[in-house]
């Protein structure tokens, strides 16, 4: 039976600046890989187009001291809770016709560089596998560990997979914020079609595994420095998220003096 290290979040100081080296956990963004540095933490849409263009989010992780020696994939929880008490036409992303409403890929943010993310799957020949299905209700929680818990009404899950050969895993380094993942919100049958676009939500990176081969996996069920963005606000009170958070971007330490 494999091991598994089980990691808390830790928060070290951050700078304005480029990322540098950070506790373990996750991070979550939309639209870049700046969770670390604060920004870009609600998006708002006006809602009025089949055709918007597709909001980004994108997932990354933080090994601990040692980092990882053989990294083969990571296996994904990414929860999106609604506004009110049962999930919108717009957000039930598991049947039409908003089943084509999400996607993932692994195509690295754009300022990586700029802000010290490890770029993995690119170093890898050939790039990496991945795949992702959306759950309510019932059939929400069987890709998640116990500790997720269920799926209340108005609480959509994603599960996702990125994998590669594993005879072609190798190290990945300690403290050093490593992209994970890009889940695309999409817009189709939004006009005239499906309710819900405006409803405010709050995304939560619930878990991610770092999987080797042959070695122990990683388990992050918290965040490094945020593992949680909104949408048109996101003032819901749900597991991970704070209740009320301004509609603006707003810095990080602004957001958390908040909540003190």
């Given at each position: 039976m494999k091991k598994t290290l089980l990691l808390t979040a830790?928060?070290?100081p951050l700078t304005a600046g480029a990322a540098t080296a950070q506790g373990p956990g996750t991070n979550l963004s939309w639209n870049d890989c700046?969770?670390?540095?604060?920004?870009?933490?609600?998006?708002t849409s006006s809602c009025t187009s089949n055709t918007e263009e597709t909001k980004n989010l994108y997932g990354t992780f933080v090994l601990p001291a040692g980092g990882?020696?053989?990294?083969?994939?990571?296996?994904i929880v990414l929860d999106a809770q609604t506004a009110g008490t049962s999930l919108p036409c717009w957000w039930n992303m598991t049947v039409s016709p908003r089943d084509a409403g999400f996607g993932m890929n692994t195509t690295v943010c754009r300022d990586a560089g700029a802000v010290g993310i490890y770029d993995y799957w690119s170093t890898i020949a050939g790039g990496p596998q991945s795949g992702m299905r959306a759950g309510i209700g019932q059939f929400c929680g069987g890709d998640c560990p116990p500790y997720c818990g269920g799926c209340p009404p108005q609480r959509v899950r994603f599960t996702m997979v990125v994998a590669i050969d594993p005879n072609l895993a190798t190290a990945v380094p300690e403290y050093t914020e490593t992209y994970s993942f890009t889940f695309q919100l999409k817009f189709g049958a939004t006009v005239g079609t499906c309710t819900g676009c405006e409803t405010p939500a709050c995304f939560l990176l619930a878990f991610i595994r770092v999987t080797q081969t042959n070695l122990p996996y990683f388990e992050f069920r918290g965040p490094s420095a945020r593992n949680w963005v909104t949408w048109q606000g996101?003032?819901?009170?749900a597991p991970g998220c704070p209740n009320a958070v301004p509609t603006a971007n707003k810095t990080w330490g602004s957001v958390k003096a908040l909540y003190r």
């Open positions: 830790v928060l070290l700046t969770a670390s540095l604060g920004t870009n933490l609600n998006m990882g020696q053989a990294v083969n994939g990571n296996e996101g003032a819901i009170a």
